[in-house]
């Protein structure tokens, strides 16, 4: 008989003795590594990957050196580094902020992006619940159409999307959060009902015969367990939101609100020359926070991708 | 909580996200349909005009030809970036499986350019690109190859990351007896890869292709912000002559979402043939 092991056992945690063999074994297999590190190659191989990342790193790193020199030197030499004639200092950023309302940009960006996860978080779960305990005609189809969406590219309601929120008058940041909440709904409800799936419907009856509602054994006993796949799902949208550039463009008022990638394209808009140096510079703006933020939440981060690519 | 206590509380539990869905999606999608059947310029003035719209799309006097050039360009693209993303992925997931020092670090600088946004990287390509096609009085521009192979080396930087993190989850799931019982009979490592590592990760190459896929085809940032479709519009991939479609031509509102339902059906039709190639792996195995 399977053993039902709640993801959130945490090391240390006084376990059964039959459950704990049942973690051991599956911690032992999950580290599993084909032991090279004698082989004479491992070397080799450090050196090569060493060599791989660097390449990596260069892309990013010619950015930011760039973003210190004088604009007309950009294009013309991007590989060279600052020299004295070239040198401007922070000019560009400054340059830059000012063009673009960067420091709004970004504000409005960090709204949408927490407030719709927010609302995608707790609106999909309770839905994704509710679709698996109750089982009608309903759900059913609601669920389908989730999945269906999932597939559909953008590019089909994009104009429709538009109008519609243009008639509802959601071109906010506070508007458009419900235009997210409705595109990003496919993902974070199939996600959650694959997951509210596999909750033992003992947990809840037990909830039940305490005298909790629906409402309280929600949050006090369904959604602590749906929270590994709330941080996976939080992670994609929030890597999805942030960075889209079409759908905020599109539904935004642009003249009173950009997101970070709407104000780094309106950089570039138009068809007079371009200003590299504020375009570098603002490319750093873009990219640092990003970095930041992944130093802090990587392991969330690679485990919400592996999470959502083996249920998607 | 059985079904009849929770049935009274739909209000609460899936009625908000019912209702933006249908503002996000459902309504959307069924006013797409209906519009790619008519002639309009608002959707207030829609006229029915039956498939003249599609039959636009695919007519070389009125649409230049345009889609489809879009189309096999983004079928070349998506083939090589499918493979090239794929076998890169894959082999530094090995790597990465072996134990060699400092796998932690190489493993998060690899997959950190998948959290910058399209546009972003981009802007950082036409840069270093350029720079290097200055050497030989060339741009990114100049030609729809450069424009091409720009695309395939940014979305290789960007996506073998986030394809090597599910490959490696993937072998980390073969079971070490397997590989022992392998090398004990005598096999080579060639043949460990070859007859029991990569039947072990096919659900993970499934989902791998899968993404890269459609990921190729729905592909619109990168390519607005690297190339623009330009010269002309031979580097437009398929999403971005569909945008190009409704706002840079007056009057062709129709013919792009016509052009728009055509490109759901591709996306559509790929991933059904993926999840009916899955499901009989899945039989067999």
Same mark, same amino acid.
């Given at each position: 008989?399977?053993?039902?092991? *709640? ?21 032992? %297999? ?51 580094? *600052?020299? /004295? ?23 409005? /960006? ?51 999307? /538009? ?9 906010? *940041? ?23 799936? /596999? ?10 015969? @305490? ?15 749906? %929270? ?39 950089? %570039? ?5 371009? @200003? ?34 083996? %249920?998607? | ?60 006097? +009125?649409?230049? =030809? ?33 134990? +060699? ?15 910058? =946004? ?132 007056? =009057?062709?509102?129709?013919? =792009? ?29």
């Amino acid at each position: 008989m399977a053993k039902y092991i *709640p993801e959130t056992i945490q090391k240390g945690d006084l376990l059964p003795p039959d459950v704990q063999a049942l973690v051991d074994e599956k911690a032992k %297999k999950s580290s599993y590594t084909y032991n090279a590190r004698s082989s004479p190659y491992s070397m080799l191989w450090t050196v090569v990957l060493s060599i791989i990342s660097v390449i990596y790193v260069v892309p990013v790193l010619l950015v930011l050196v760039n973003s210190f020199k004088k604009k007309a030197y950009i294009s013309r030499n991007p590989f060279n580094l *600052p020299t /004295s004639d070239t040198f401007v200092g922070l000019e560009n950023y400054k340059n830059g902020i000012e063009k673009i309302g960067f420091f709004q940009a970004f504000g409005n /960006s960090l709204l949408i992006t927490i407030g719709s996860v927010i609302v995608i978080i707790l609106c999909c779960s309770m839905a994704g619940w509710y679709i698996t305990r109750v089982n009608s005609i309903f759900t059913k189809c609601f669920y389908y159409l989730c999945v269906f969406s999932m597939i559909v590219p953008f590019q089909m309601v994009m104009y429709t999307l /538009s109008k519609t929120s243009d008639a509802l008058h959601l071109g906010t *940041p506070w508007g458009i959060i419900i235009v997210y909440l409705g595109f990003g709904a496919g993902l974070a409800v199939f996600m959650f009902c694959g997951f509210a799936k /596999s909750i033992p419907l003992e947990i809840e009856e037990a909830a039940m015969i @305490d005298g909790c509602n629906p409402i309280q054994t929600y949050f006090k006993v369904v959604m602590p367990i749906l %929270k590994p796949t709330a941080i996976s799902v939080s992670i994609l949208e929030a890597m999805w939101i942030w960075n889209d550039y079409l759908l905020p463009s599109l539904i935004l008022d642009k003249t009173k609100y950009k997101t970070v990638p709407i104000a780094i394209q309106y950089l %570039k808009g138009g068809y007079g020359s371009v @200003d590299m140096g504020a375009m570098m510079a603002m490319l750093v703006l873009a990219i640092v926070p990003i970095i930041i933020f992944y130093a802090f939440s990587q392991k969330y981060i690679i485990d919400g991708v592996v999470a959502g690519a083996v %249920k998607g | 909580m059985s079904k009849k206590e929770l049935r009274p509380y739909f209000l609460l539990f899936a009625l908000p996200t019912f209702i933006a869905f249908l503002i996000g999606f459902v309504v959307p999608f069924g006013l797409g349909i209906y519009l790619s059947f008519c002639k309009f310029t608002t959707v207030n003035d829609a006229v029915p005009v039956g498939f003249a719209n599609y039959l636009a799309v695919f007519d070389k006097n +009125i649409d230049n =030809g345009e889609f489809i050039h879009a189309l096999w360009y983004t079928t070349l693209f998506a083939i090589v970036s499918v493979i090239t993303i794929n076998f890169f992925g894959f082999c530094i997931a090995m790597l990465l499986t072996k134990g +060699i020092r400092g796998t932690n670090v190489f493993r998060t600088v690899f997959f950190m350019p998948n959290l910058i =946004g399209g546009i972003v990287l981009g802007y950082i390509w036409q840069l270093i690109l350029n720079g290097i096609l200055a050497r030989f009085d060339l741009t990114l521009t100049f030609s729809e190859v450069y424009g091409f192979w720009g695309l395939i080396i940014l979305m290789n930087w960007q996506q073998i990351g986030y394809m090597m993190i599910i490959y490696i989850a993937g072998i980390q799931n073969v079971p070490p007896e397997l590989i022992e019982a392998a090398k004990i009979d005598g096999a080579t490592g060639r043949q460990v890869l070859g007859h029991v590592i990569l039947p072990m990760v096919m659900p993970s190459i499934t989902i791998c292709t899968f993404l890269t896929l459609t990921n190729s085809f729905k592909l619109f940032d990168q390519n607005l912000a690297l190339t623009n479709g330009l010269p002309g519009s031979k580097s437009e991939l398929l999403a971005l002559n569909i945008y190009n479609t409704f706002y840079g031509r007056v =009057g062709f509102e129709g013919v =792009g979402q016509a052009k728009a339902v055509v490109f759901s059906l591709i996306v559509g039709a790929l991933a059904i043939a993926q999840l009916a190639a899955t499901h009989t792996k899945e039989v067999q195995q």
